[in-house]
């Protein structure tokens, strides 16, 4: 079930000339009127969902679900928003906030093997609908970034949701932290690859990694940096990473000034 009230018809967020979308992004204010618009139809358990990593060469995809209480005013106040658009220390500090609030809150992923198998967009959609199923408690609403699941719960697709939903943000810091907190784990034992700095992504400096050292099991095959390796036939069907499948915020979220490793 997707709303068709006003508040629910964005299509795009108008970016100005001369402006990029990052800074547009900025722009936008993360509140929770689209959680107090789906109470006013009735819904009481609203759980925001959003993944981080779809983007990335190596690792899992990793999705986030949280259930709010009603108020939340000291997590707006506090600054929690899209977790791109955070610090580490910010988003840190953020996900024990999110996580002493939160009524339900779980973390999934789905592993590079199966991101390969079944394809990126629904590795995404299944460690959304995984992340769901681990709340504990079933949502009567779903506000999910720029995505539907199959889940049997009312969905509300939002573009740019973690920038505009308390709780589409709160899932975002609560994937990205734990997704992060992985790559700097896996470092310990790939440091050859630099994942403590750029998490896996696509980088000039991962990319030369790649070729130095050659992909580790944790690489995704389906991403054409990576199945060059594995000769002609692994290159059919891969996914360009700069492909439509991705939000291009999330090939800059590891370059970002405001990020720290």
């Known amino acids: 079930m ?3 009230d006003p508040l629910f018809r964005r299509k795009r967020a108008f970016i100005p000339e001369g402006q990029t979308k990052e800074q547009m992004l900025r722009t936008l204010v993360c509140s929770d009127a689209p959680e107090q618009a789906l109470r006013y139809h009735g819904f009481v358990c609203i759980a925001g969902v959003d993944e981080v990593g779809r983007g990335a060469l190596f690792g899992p995809v990793v ?9 939340t005013t000291r997590l707006q106040k506090l600054g929690l928003r899209d977790s791109k658009q955070l610090t580490r220390e910010e988003r840190e500090k953020l996900r024990k906030e999110v ?14 093997e ?9 590795a995404s959609r ?6 769901v199923d681990a709340l504990g408690c079933t949502p009567d609403h779903l506000l999910i970034d720029a995505m539907r699941i199959d889940h049997p719960s009312a969905q509300t697709k939002l573009i740019y949701g973690d920038s505009l939903s308390i709780s589409i943000a709160a899932a975002s810091v609560l994937a990205k932290v734990h997704r992060d907190a992985m790559m700097r784990e896996m470092h310990l034992d790939n440091p050859q690859y630099g ?4 998490k896996g992504y696509a980088t000039p400096e991962h990319r030369r990694a790649l070729e130095e050292h050659g992909p580790t099991k944790w690489h995704r095959r389906s991403f054409a940096p990576v199945a060059k390796f594995f000769g002609d036939d ?4 891969t996914v360009a990473t700069t492909g439509l499948l991705f939000d291009d915020a999330e090939f800059a979220e590891e370059m970002e000034p405001c990020q720290s490793a």
């Open 195 to 198: 994942l403590d700095s750029h």
């Open 63 to 71: 999705a986030g679900a949280v259930v709010l209480p009603e108020r």
């Open 2 to 4: 997707e709303r068709t």
């Open 234 to 237: 692994a290159l059919e069907g």
């Open 99 to 112: 996580v002493k609030c939160a009524i339900a809150y779980a973390v999934a992923e789905v592993d590079a």
């Open 114 to 122: 199966t991101i390969d198998r079944i394809n990126i967009y629904q």
């Open 126 to 131: 299944l460690a959304m609908r995984l992340a």
